[in-house]
């Protein structure tokens, strides 16, 4: 049977999609190429399908959220609140490693990763 190998892409709506690409660069490091999409290294990537009234996505009424992978969560982090971004407080630490959420400029809530050493 012929079935999905993995994500392909992920893919956000924007009001402004050069000014969210900008930021997503600044702020990320997301390396942008001219004809605005990126490609990242290769790894672990998670599907997962949340219930319909999971408050994991933020209160936003988003349907989809995006899990960036990073070298240095706290580095991150602190990042995204120098430049005003709404970022939770908290952080979560598990086995595989440790976890933080933020807002881009569009209401988009996303998760950063950083994997375990």
């Not at 000014?19 to 990242?40: C, I, K, T």
């Not at 290769?42 to 995006?66: C, I, K, L, N």
């Not at 595989?96 to 996303?110: H, I, L, Q, S, V």
Request: hydrophobic fraction near 35%; avoid cysteine.
């Amino acid at each position: 049977m012929a079935r999905a190998l993995g994500i392909g892409g992920v893919f956000l709506r924007a009001r402004d999609p050069e000014r969210l690409r900008q930021w997503y660069s600044e702020q990320l490091g997301v390396d942008v190429s001219d004809d605005g999409s990126a490609m990242f290294e290769g790894g672990r990537m998670v599907w997962s399908v949340f219930p319909h009234d999971t408050e994991y996505f933020g209160p936003s009424g988003q349907q989809a959220m995006v899990n960036y992978r990073v070298d240095d969560l706290n580095a991150v982090l602190e990042r995204l609140r120098s430049a005003g971004a709404r970022v939770e407080d908290r952080t979560e630490e598990y086995d595989y490693g440790r976890f933080g959420w933020a807002t881009d400029p569009e209401g988009n809530r996303f998760e950063l990763w950083q994997p375990a050493s």
